[in-house]
């Protein structure tokens, strides 16, 4: 079977024996419980849009190791074609959903995988790459959505993985026996898990020796035993009843994440991709990071593209479409949101094949887009709010609006223009607040990593020695050894 | 020009950042040409293919098919092969007349 429809994702779902607990309680019903469903539609969207033919070009890819035509979220990356795709293909969706669709993580773990298993049998004689092609064979075949699990909850940040007061705040492997795996620790901030089928684990940090049983990479199903996943609140999650004040009642915002606790899970070894090898795991963090921040320039530009739209609808119906700051504002966002898109774009241009022969794009550049989402994003909110009016903070609820003694007051004075309802300008106006605060902001500085490990990496390699050789050269210094 | 039924394999950019509405040109290329009959690229066999981009950055993958072809990119006809007389010279036609220009110096036909 290959490529799922959005049905067929959303019915396989309900499958699985995914253990959530949200508010307190276990989920018994989680594809129809309005607090899960606009992140499942997200998701599902990806499905459908391998199949319409204005999309698949984008959104589908054909395998490299069976010539059969897969969902793109399942494929590795063949060019700097395939990277540029995908980009492309992260804005399209982007502004379908104006929101996370979630797919990419997992996009991107498999990609890292693949070729840092290839280095790490080069280099230290494992057989890891072959396990981890049957697992791709898998993935591409079933089309399933798998989440990408990196972030250890840390505890005490200024200590190593070994070093921590509690063990299980980094994942790490309690035992090994002949058969596979036991795992502890958690995962944070899992993005789409609870509505992925598989979680594909890796190291968040680079390892030390005494670190080694931290060091572990490997696929387990979101269902399997001792998995237990704790639904993250975001900011309009009690406004689920209705369609107006969620701003993005279809869709959601961000990609509903979860807290993800692993209780001495069990993994056969046909699923480990890396057990001790801790000189890899910062190599592994970095090629995922890279990956995964390419990504921003493309879905985030797909969200800024909506939100720009939303701006300016809010312009027009508030009557100061034609005021010069307000296009000039609207340009500044326009501009912030293709200087992302373009760093996106370059970074993928700018890749190269990895001895495993899969592309990899410029870290260098694939940092900078990352960095600049962290500020850019939040300009453009800032510039929308600008725009936008006070009313976005302070709206009544839609049960207001459609309450008999006080519906037409709010009707009466939340009205903009004449000619346009005042329904619409509430709609917009709870849009633009959605997409633009509280955790739909915060996503974009810390997804993908804080500016800080942005720019460790950009120090890295930013060739600092090379540009001071340069001066040296114009201001006529001799060169020393 | 012969009459008859021509059946057209249509390929989509993807439409990230759509400049044009490839689907809509296609109806309206349609309603232009009754005997036209549209199908996806992969679908099965059709006369001609139809590449329909939707930007002038023109990335639609271009599919192996060794018939007559015609791709378009941003309100331009790009490229085409159209032998003389075959049908698919009524779809250049209906290009043409719906308003598409043509890109530099004639490449294909
Ligand atoms: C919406 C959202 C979705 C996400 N989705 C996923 C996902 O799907 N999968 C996944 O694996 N992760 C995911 N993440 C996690 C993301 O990668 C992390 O949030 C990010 O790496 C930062 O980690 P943290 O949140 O623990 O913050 P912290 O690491 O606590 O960072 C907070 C601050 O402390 C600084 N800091 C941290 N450690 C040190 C140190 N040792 N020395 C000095 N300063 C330090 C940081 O630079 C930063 O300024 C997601 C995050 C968000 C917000």
New binding site residues.
């Given amino acids: 079977m290959v490529m799922k429809t959005g049905s067929e994702y959303i019915e396989s779902l309900r499958r699985l024996k995914t253990k959530v607990y949200a508010f307190g309680e276990q989920v018994a019903d989680l594809v129809d419980n309005p607090l899960f469903r606009p992140h499942i539609n997200a998701a599902a969207v990806t499905y459908d849009m391998a199949h319409d033919p204005v999309t698949e070009d984008l959104v589908t890819a054909v395998s490299h190791l069976t010539g059969k035509r897969i969902s793109r979220f399942t494929h590795i990356h063949q060019s700097t074609e395939d990277l540029v795709k995908k980009v492309k293909m992260l804005r399209m969706i982007a502004r379908r959903t104006g929101t996370?669709f979630?797919r990419c993580?997992g996009f991107d773990a498999l990609n890292a995988l693949y070729s840092v298993t290839y280095e790490m049998d080069q280099n230290l004689g494992t057989n890891y790459h072959e396990r981890f092609k049957e697992y791709l064979l898998y993935v591409q075949d079933t089309d399933i959505m798998v989440?990408?699990?990196?972030?250890?909850?840390?505890g005490d940040?200024?200590l190593r993985p070994s070093q921590q007061a509690d063990p299980d705040l980094y994942v790490h492997v309690v035992e090994k026996n002949e058969k596979g795996i036991v795992l502890r620790g958690a995962?944070?901030?899992?993005?789409?898990?609870v509505n992925s089928h598989e979680m594909l684990i890796?190291p968040?940090t680079a390892m030390t020796a005494e670190d080694a049983r931290y060091a572990v990479a490997c696929a387990v199903p979101v269902d399997a035993p001792g998995v237990i996943h704790i639904f993250g609140r975001q900011t309009n999650d009690s406004r689920k009843n209705g369609q107006i004040d969620q701003g993005n009642a279809r869709y959601g915002i961000?990609?509903g994440?979860a807290l993800t606790v692993l209780e001495n899970v069990f993994v056969p070894w046909e699923r480990v991709f890396m057990c001790g090898e801790w000189q890899f795991a910062g190599t592994l963090v970095e090629r995922f990071a890279s990956y995964?921040r390419q990504n921003y320039g493309g879905c985030k530009g797909g969200v800024s593209d909506v939100i720009i739209g939303a701006t300016a609808l809010i312009a027009d119906y508030n009557g100061v479409a034609k005021a010069s700051h307000v296009r000039d504002k609207l340009t500044e966002m326009i501009h912030l949101t293709e200087t992302l898109y373009a760093g996106s774009i370059a970074c993928s241009a700018e890749g190269r094949p990895t001895p495993s022969g899969a592309y990899f794009v410029d870290p260098l550049l694939a940092n900078i887009t990352k960095l600049n989402v962290t500020r850019f994003i939040y300009e453009i909110c800032r510039l929308s709010h600008d725009i936008a009016g006070g009313f976005i903070a302070t709206l009544p609820s839609e049960q207001d609006l459609r309450c008999p003694e006080v519906g037409p007051y709010v009707e009466k004075y939340f009205r903009g223009v004449a000619s346009v309802p005042t329904e619409d300008r509430i709609r917009i106006a709870r849009l633009i607040e959605n997409m633009t605060g509280g955790?739909a902001l915060?996503?974009s500085?810390?997804?993908?990593?804080?500016?800080?490990?942005q720019r460790v990496m950009i120090m890295r390699q930013g060739n600092l020695e090379q540009k001071k050789k340069l001066a040296s050269i114009l201001a006529g210094i001799p060169e020393r050894d | 020009m012969a009459e008859r039924k021509l059946t057209a394999g249509v390929k989509y950019c993807g439409h990230c950042n759509p400049q044009e509405d490839g689907p809509a040109l296609v109806r309206k290329l349609q309603s232009r040409l009754p005997e036209l009959k549209v199908v996806p690229w992969n679908d099965r066999t059709y006369d001609v293919l139809l590449v329909v981009s939707a930007c002038p950055s023109d990335c639609a993958t271009r599919p192996p098919f060794n018939g007559p072809r015609i791709e378009i990119a941003a309100g331009e006809v790009r490229e085409w092969y159209v032998p003389a007389g075959h049908p698919a010279e009524n779809l250049l036609e209906a290009c043409l007349d719906e308003g598409l220009k043509v890109f530099g110096t004639r490449k294909g036909g």
């Fill in positions: 996370c979630q993580v989440a990408g699990s990196m972030t250890d909850p840390k940040r200024s995962k944070a901030h899992q993005t789409g898990i890796m968040t961000v990609g994440e995964h955790t915060a996503e500085m810390h997804g993908a990593g804080s500016p800080q490990a």
